[in-house]
């Protein structure tokens, strides 16, 4: 490769990978309305409303996200995440003019049809840019997408619903308007500056592996083993990291009686800090553990288990204590979601397979995320929010426990997936 490809090479990647960067990030801004509608007064929805609400949008991201996979394998990953992200923000809009529950539900359900199309295709799309030297580290900073992403999404809803700048005859409403705009400019976007594959830049593929006219699908996804582990686990991963995402503001303020403005400051702690967590988790993989995934998930979860356990004495010791321990809690989840979900899946399958893997496994996790908000009203209501912690301890420890049953286990020692290999001179500050 001479140095003007070099010199494309690396323009590609770059360009892939913020566009991808800021398009998930994008997604997050329609996705966080429903958290803004538990903190707003002049909504004042009822946890049972805001609980039907997140478990349709948690429905439907379940379905958009197998259909996603499949769609990314066999379309592309840019032509999914630009449906995907056009969907959302349209159904985020028509929110403006949805006056009704059941005309919200609808929306919401659009609304996740959407949103699921996200994930699968764009972390699809970078693994057909980055090898798998280069992809565990690539995939820990792309992780800031959706942690930061989701911090400046709650800030951004917020100051749309309350400012009198932006059309005051719409109320708490607004915070549908401009985030859906974003997100429809940042999809555009996002088609415009990437490609598919290096091939489609006219630049050479990362490897001659995954080539072959094998023909792939469902059954090979779901018959391997690896893929099946990370599934259920993710199934109780995902559902205390929502339900800590979404209900954090609520327990600090009922419980812990801080005002609505000190407990969303401080419940946004745990995404803030979560970034720390996926590159935090990938450093020591990669480190101190010969790129082994699985051991540094079970410690990151039994770590989380015993922060479920003591956050409520924690709590009552202070602003201090408390900041500091939601924000390790985001640390000790974010991690294991970052290197497992992304890193480790992408590692056990073929690139050919990567969306639906991707998919599946996300998909799995997203039937606990929809269930997580009625298992919190319900053990809140009859059990009282300290006693949800107990909850979570048992969900990270059954989500720890999946883990160290594969502590010894390394997926860089296959060869089935695609990127070993870099076009000499492609490596960049990544590698």
């Not at 996200?65 to 990314?72: D, K, N, V």
């Not at 199309?117 to 798998?132: D, I, T, V, Y």
């Not at 590159?279 to 051991?295: G, I, M």
């Not at 540094?296 to 924690?314: D, H, N, R």
Request: proline letters at 4%; charged letters at 15%.
């Amino acid at each position: 490769m001479d140095l003007k490809q070099q010199a494309r090479y690396s323009h590609w990647r770059n360009s892939v990978f913020s566009s991808s960067w800021l398009l998930y990030a994008g997604y997050y801004l329609c996705r966080k309305d429903v958290k803004i509608l538990q903190m707003l007064p002049g909504a004042d929805p009822s946890l049972g409303e805001v609980a039907n609400l997140l478990f349709a949008f948690g429905l439907a991201y379940t379905i958009g996200q197998f259909l996603a996979g499949t769609l990314a394998d066999i379309k592309g990953a840019r032509i999914t995440a630009l449906i995907g992200g056009l969907v959302s923000a349209a159904s985020t809009a028509a929110m403006v003019v949805g006056h009704t529950h059941r005309s919200l539900l609808i929306l919401q359900m659009l609304n996740g049809l959407g949103q699921g199309c996200g994930f699968p295709s764009l972390a699809k799309l970078l693994s057909s840019w980055f090898g798998r030297r280069e992809r565990s580290t690539v995939l820990a900073w792309w992780s800031a997408s959706y942690s930061l992403g989701g911090v400046v999404a709650t800030g951004l809803a917020a100051w749309c619903a309350t400012t009198p700048l932006l059309f005051p005859t719409l109320g708490w409403k607004r915070s549908y308007l401009l985030p859906s705009v974003l997100l429809a400019a940042l999809t555009v976007y996002f088609y415009i500056t990437t490609r598919d594959e290096p091939e489609d830049a006219d630049l050479p593929p990362l490897s001659l592996e995954d080539k072959s006219p094998t023909k792939t699908g469902w059954r090979n996804v779901l018959r391997r083993p690896e893929i099946q582990n990370i599934a259920v686990m993710y199934f109780f991963l995902k559902m205390t990291r929502y339900a800590l995402l979404f209900w954090l503001p609520l327990y600090l303020v009922q419980t812990v009686h801080y005002s609505d403005v000190l407990a969303g400051s401080t419940s946004s702690l745990f995404e803030i800090f979560g970034f720390v967590g996926a590159v935090l988790a990938t450093y020591l993989s990669n480190k101190y553990f010969q790129a082994r995934r699985y051991p540094v998930a079970a410690i990151m979860l039994f770590a989380l288990g015993f922060m479920s356990l003591m956050e409520p004495l924690v709590s009552t010791l202070g602003w201090w204590a408390s900041a500091t321990s939601i924000s390790l809690m985001g640390i000790l989840i974010y991690g294991p979601d970052a290197l497992i979900v992304s890193t480790a899946v992408l590692e056990s399958v073929p690139h050919r397979e990567a969306g639906r893997a991707l998919a599946f496994v996300n998909g799995v996790g997203s039937i606990g995320q929809m269930f997580s908000p009625y298992l919190v009203t319900r053990f809140a209501h009859h059990y009282g929010w300290d006693n949800l912690f107990n909850l979570l301890l048992i969900t990270s420890l059954i989500s720890a426990g999946i883990m160290a049953r594969k502590w010894n286990q390394s997926n860089l020692g296959s060869d089935s997936s695609r990127g070993n290999a870099l076009p000499t001179g492609a490596e960049n500050e990544f590698a």
